[in-house]
């Protein structure tokens, strides 16, 4: 296992000439793997939560969360789950878009709601164009939410969200408001996660912490206007592979990221020109 930017591809090789100290993101560490899978012949990359067919494969968690409650007797209001490349948040909301399609099941349509982080906002900063899903362009394009493709996200401690695009799917049913995004900034997340632990004895993924957040945020909103709302959200993972970075927001060590927008407005320059 090699952590990416790595010295063993020319994209990783590359990237490090640029900056030494590149922290990585999910499109280098593609691009990286992309490039290692052309060069052999015994070697294939599928790539992985962007793409449609993922998404779709995802939704065994919606049909699911489905089942579980119409044998709870109960129907969610809102819907929240992190979004990287979206393939978890399509997993969980996808199932619930027929039922909102015909009005939803209640008479009121489910909100759905894909959680993001403030410093790697794709859907709620992002353009809606063709872009590359990787770092170096050696994937299709594809028409998404993206903050263009070289964006270096800073180092926040949700890996899986530090991904400069959303799936064309997602994108689609945000762009024509089918769904809604929001972003969170790192420190409240890590809030939310500590606070869900220790009242569920769960480490949460500080990916998952996202969507905690937002679930936080609305009960309280409920509380004060004493309306009554069923939340769902999904718990994307354990966060037992992340006890350095809860370590780290014990220590006091973490931080939150301003909003990169002189980065995002220069990656964005870099979009591929589409006739
Ligand atoms: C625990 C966890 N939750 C959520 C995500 C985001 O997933 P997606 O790319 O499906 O949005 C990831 C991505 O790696 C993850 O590891």
Request: aromatic residues 10%.
């Amino acid at each position: 296992m090699f952590a990416s930017p790595s010295n063993l591809t020319k994209t990783g090789l590359d990237a490090l000439a640029i900056d030494p100290n590149n922290m990585g993101s999910l499109g280098l560490a593609i691009s990286e793997a992309v490039e290692e899978a052309a060069s052999r012949a015994d070697t294939n990359y599928a790539l992985g939560s962007v793409l449609n067919h993922v998404a779709l494969h995802q939704t065994i968690i919606g049909l699911e969360a489905k089942k579980q409650l119409e044998m709870a007797g109960d129907w969610p209001d809102v819907i929240f789950a992190p979004c990287g490349g979206g393939s978890s948040f399509a997993g969980l909301a996808f199932p619930f878009i027929a039922d909102n399609a015909s009005g939803g099941r209640n008479g009121k349509p489910v909100r759905l709601v894909a959680v993001e982080p403030a410093s790697c906002p794709s859907l709620t900063k992002g353009d809606f164009a063709y872009d590359f899903g990787d770092a170096s362009g050696f994937t299709p394009l594809m028409k998404m939410y993206t903050l263009g493709h070289d964006f270096m996200p800073p180092g926040i401690h949700a890996g899986g969200l530090r991904y400069h695009g959303a799936s064309p799917l997602v994108s689609q049913l945000y762009h024509e408001g089918l769904i809604e995004a929001m972003a969170v900034p790192q420190l409240a997340t890590f809030d939310a996660g500590v606070m869900f632990a220790r009242a569920e004895g769960i480490i949460p993924a500080p990916e998952s912490n996202h969507a905690i957040r937002a679930v936080i945020d609305e009960a309280l909103r409920c509380k004060e206007t004493g309306e009554a709302k069923t939340l769902l959200f999904n718990l994307t993972g354990h966060g037992y592979f992340d006890m350095a970075s809860y370590d780290r927001y014990f220590a006091g060590e973490l931080e939150d990221f301003s909003y990169p927008e002189a980065a995002i407005k220069e990656s964005l320059r870099h979009l591929p020109k589409v006739g």
